[in-house]
């Protein structure tokens, strides 16, 4: 907490409560904005949230109209448990999503910028630093269409010191006399969680700069989280540690995954079990248990962006060691998926072409439809080049996102040639019917509880089950008859003392 004397704590919290936020524009309705602000809409419905958007299409997909069957908002563009309930609760009434960005920021006391902040592609920093042209033209907009001051929040993912660059271009661009704060409150959700992540956050930060009017907003903006969230887990700090603060989260959780990832390897390689190891070093409270399961590898929109961004920040500052030693977190996960795809194709003899390979679940992780540097699309193409003939089931994964991310941009004919070799199941059991070899690559619950001894029976033998998320019971299933390879563990047990 930065350190403030009782009486200025008493007079912000006077000053904050004599003009509080009234209207919110979320700028950037995505897995954050969309979601984020919703629960804010939901537990401060005196405050009217506006949710925009360039991308109509999205933005008719937060419009959609329930569901007549079953009267759900079932095709939201966003899939999170509860978060369909919620929408429907406050769409309407203090809740809105709209396409009319100008508008929105012009009415707004306080903006969310929640737009996306990818690798960039190409030109300088390609393959590493955040491509910023979304904040940036989101800042301008702010500058050109407001006519009165506004406290402006970075909620997407950004560098360093990005809030600095926000204010130029806000104070070359903006109308004489307005002010603009500027904060960051960086957004910790994880997908699948987030309607619990942001109703129950282990922490809110809020990032201002020192000045009274820095503080006197990161105060309006506390009071916002402070209607559902414990005071002593709103922490505040300066702007550039809470901007960091989120870079370095998402680097160390990644490398926790990464580490145990290396460890599964040596287990693999020993007979040690990694299950067993995770949770033997998870005892010690300094480690603590979370995090810390075995896989194919972490996929997901932000952690190989954010550790990039932090690689390639490293580098300008002239700190190439430190570069390095974030790096080989992405290094090692890459290392992961590939060595997960090699065992497969080891095993069923070095040869998987025109094998029927059944691969079970497609999105990053379980409860999303989110397939953004899945490590199933990594597993897929792969496969493709194998020239295997695969099946892919997922319960969320829209069929043409599937195609979209196995097929290689700019080659041509390449989304016909993947239809004629990856076809895609509408259930876990009919897309194993006939396969060789069953590929779990994402842990959907659903997985553990298929009748797998009707599944075993439809496949060809012998019938090869890789577990690359250690969801199912490999004892059982080896039971069954499958010949069952799981990450972080022997193969199977010949003899039970010595092997
Ligand atoms: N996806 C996640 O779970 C998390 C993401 N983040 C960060 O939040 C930020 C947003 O991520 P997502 O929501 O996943 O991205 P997203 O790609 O789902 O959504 C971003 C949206 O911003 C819109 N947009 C871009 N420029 C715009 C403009 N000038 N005006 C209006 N709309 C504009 C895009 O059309 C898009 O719909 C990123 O910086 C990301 O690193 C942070 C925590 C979690
Ligand atoms: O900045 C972000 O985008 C978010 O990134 C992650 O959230 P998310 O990517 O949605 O999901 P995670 O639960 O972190 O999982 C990421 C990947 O790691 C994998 N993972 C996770 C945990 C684990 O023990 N092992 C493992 O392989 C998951 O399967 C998934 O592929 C962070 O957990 C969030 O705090 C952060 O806000």
């Not at 958007?53 to 937060?62: F, G, L, Q, S």
């Not at 009267?71 to 999503?97: H, M, S, W």
Request: hydrophobic share 40%; aromatic share 8%; with cysteine.
């Amino acid at each position: 907490m930065q350190n403030l004397q009782a009486d200025t704590v008493y007079n912000l919290e006077q000053a904050a409560s004599s003009s509080p936020v009234r209207r919110i524009c979320c700028i950037g309705a995505g897995y954050v904005g969309g979601p984020t602000c919703t629960v804010i809409a939901s537990k401060c419905p005196d405050i009217t949230v506006t949710i925009v958007d360039i991308n109509p299409v999205r933005i008719a997909a937060w419009n959609s109209p329930p569901n007549p069957k079953t009267g759900k908002l079932d095709d939201l563009p966003v899939y999170e448990p509860g978060l369909a309930d919620i929408v429907q609760t406050c769409r309407g009434r203090n809740l809105f999503f709209s396409t009319e960005v100008d508008k929105a920021i012009h009415e707004a006391d306080l903006i969310f910028v929640s737009v996306n902040t990818p690798t960039k592609t190409s030109g300088i920093g390609a393959g590493y630093a955040a491509d910023m042209h979304y904040v940036e033209s989101s800042t301008r907009r702010i500058a050109e269409v407001s006519t009165s001051s506004k406290i402006i929040v970075e909620k997407s993912t950004v560098p360093c010191r990005t809030a600095a660059s926000m204010r130029q271009v806000l104070e070359a661009n903006a109308k004489p006399g307005l002010q603009f704060d500027i904060l960051s409150n960086p957004e910790f959700l994880a997908e699948g969680t987030a309607i619990t992540d942001l109703e129950n956050p282990d922490r809110v930060l809020i990032g201002s700069l020192p000045t009274p009017e820095g503080q006197l907003a990161a105060r309006k903006l506390q009071d916002v989280y402070a209607r559902w969230v414990e005071r002593k887990r709103i922490y505040t700090t300066g702007l550039w540690s809470s901007e960091l603060s989120k870079l370095a989260a998402n680097a160390m959780l990644a490398q926790r995954i990464s580490s145990i990832n290396a460890m599964a390897a040596i287990c693999e390689a020993t007979g040690a079990d990694v299950t067993e190891v995770a949770h033997a070093c998870g005892l010690d409270k300094r480690i603590g248990p979370n995090f810390l399961r075995a896989s194919i590898g972490f996929g997901g929109s932000c952690f190989q962006k954010d550790i990039l961004n932090l690689v390639y920040l490293s580098e300008s500052l002239g700190l190439p060691k430190v570069a390095a030693y974030w790096k080989q977190v992405i290094e090692m996960n890459e290392y992961s998926k590939e060595r997960f795809a090699r065992k497969v194709v080891s095993t069923m003899f070095n040869t998987i072409t025109q094998k029927r390979v059944a691969l079970l679940g497609f999105a990053f992780k379980k409860d999303t439809g989110d397939t953004r540097e899945s490590p199933a699309a990594t597993i897929c193409k792969l496969f493709r080049q194998e020239r295997a003939q695969i099946t892919v089931y997922d319960p969320k994964v829209p069929h043409h996102q599937i195609y979209l991310d196995i097929t290689e941009p700019g080659v041509i004919d390449d989304t016909e040639a993947a239809k004629k070799q990856v076809q895609i199941a509408n259930s876990a059991v009919e897309a194993c019917a006939g396969a060789e070899a069953v590929v779990i690559a994402t842990e959907w619950d659903e997985f553990k509880t298929l009748d797998w001894e009707a599944i075993h029976a439809s496949m060809k033998k012998p019938a090869f089950l890789f577990d690359g998320r250690n969801v199912v019971d490999a004892k059982t299933l080896r039971k069954i008859g499958f010949r069952v390879h799981t990450v972080g563990r022997g193969p199977e047990i010949v003899d039970p003392v010595w092997a």
